[in-house]
T-cell receptor, first 114, second 112 residues
C-alpha cells in the first residue's frame, strides 16, 4: 500500500511570493489533514477535510492560506503572500473512515521563506 | 487553553529502558497519543490510550496514565539505536485525532 505522497519536498521562496503544496492521501482515505510544524515544535492542525468538505479550518490563517480538495482525493495548500514566519514543515496526513486514530503522515514539505 | 509539556531531550544507553514524560492541562482530554518522528519523515502513531485506562502495553512500549496528575509516560524497554527519534505526546477530546494538541517533542538519543 502506497503511503501519503507530498510534493515538493523542499521549497525556498522570498517573502510576499506565493507557494503551493500538493498531497495525495492513501487510496480510500476519506479524511485529509494539513499541519504546520515549526522547527522545534509539535504539529499544529491547519485544516481537516472529510471527502471534499471542510471539517475544521479554525486555525487556518485565511487571509493568506487556502486549501482545497476538489474531488475528495488530492489536496493543495496555498500560501499567498508568504511571510517569514511561514517557514515550517507542512505535513499532510490521511485516515480512513472509522479509523481516525490512525493518521498516516506524509514526509512533509519544508518551506523556507527568505 | 490546552497545553502539553514535554522535556526536550533524553539520552540513554542501548539496552536500557527509556521513559519519556508528558503533562497536559486539560482534564477533559479523552485520548492521549504517542507519535514518533524520524529525521526528514512525518509522524508515526506509536500508541494511544483512552482516559479511563491506567496502562497500555504493546510489545516494548508501555504507556502509563495518571489522570489525577494529568501525567502520561512512554516507556521503551530494551532501547535500540533505531529508537532514536523525536517523540511527541498529544491529546484530544474526542475520537477526531486531528483535533489534537501536540507537545513540542522529546528528542531521544540512544548511545551504543
Amino acid at each position: 500500500e502506497a503511503g501519503v505522497a507530498q510534493s515538493p519536498r523542499y521549497k525556498i521562496i522570498e517573502k510576499r511570493q506565493s507557494v503551493a503544496f500538493w498531497c495525495n492521501p492513501i487510496s480510500g482515505h476519506a479524511t485529509l489533514y494539513w499541519y504546520q510544524q515549526i522547527l522545534g515544535q509539535g504539529p499544529k492542525l491547519l485544516i481537516q477535510f472529510q471527502n471534499n468538505g471542510v471539517v475544521d479550518d479554525s486555525q487556518l490563517p485565511k487571509d493568506r492560506f487556502s486549501a482545497e480538495r476538489l474531488k475528495g482525493v488530492d489536496s493543495t495548500l496555498k500560501i499567498q503572500p508568504a511571510k517569514l514566519e511561514d517557514s515550517a514543515v507542512y505535513l499532510c496526513a490521511s485516515s480512513s473512515p472509522g479509523g481516525s486514530h490512525e493518521q498516516y503522515f506524509g514526509p512533509g514539505t519544508r518551506l523556507t521563506v527568505t | 487553553g490546552e497545553d502539553v509539556e514535554q522535556s526536550l531531550f533524553l539520552s540513554v544507553r542501548e539496552g536500557d529502558s527509556s521513559v519519556i514524560n508528558c503533562t497536559y492541562t486539560d482534564s477533559s482530554s479523552t485520548y492521549l497519543y504517542w507519535y514518533k518522528q524520524e529525521p526528514g519523515a512525518g509522524l508515526q502513531l506509536l500508541t494511544y490510550i483512552f482516559s479511563n485506562m491506567d496502562m497500555k502495553q504493546d510489545q516494548r512500549l508501555t504507556v502509563l496514565l495518571n489522570k489525577k496528575d494529568k501525567h502520561l509516560s512512554l516507556r521503551i524497554a530494551d532501547t535500540q539505536t533505531g529508537d532514536s527519534a523525536i517523540y511527541f505526546c498529544a491529546e484530544s477530546k474526542n475520537t477526531n485525532a486531528g483535533k489534537s494538541t501536540f507537545g513540542d517533542g522529546t528528542t531521544l538519543t540512544v548511545k551504543p
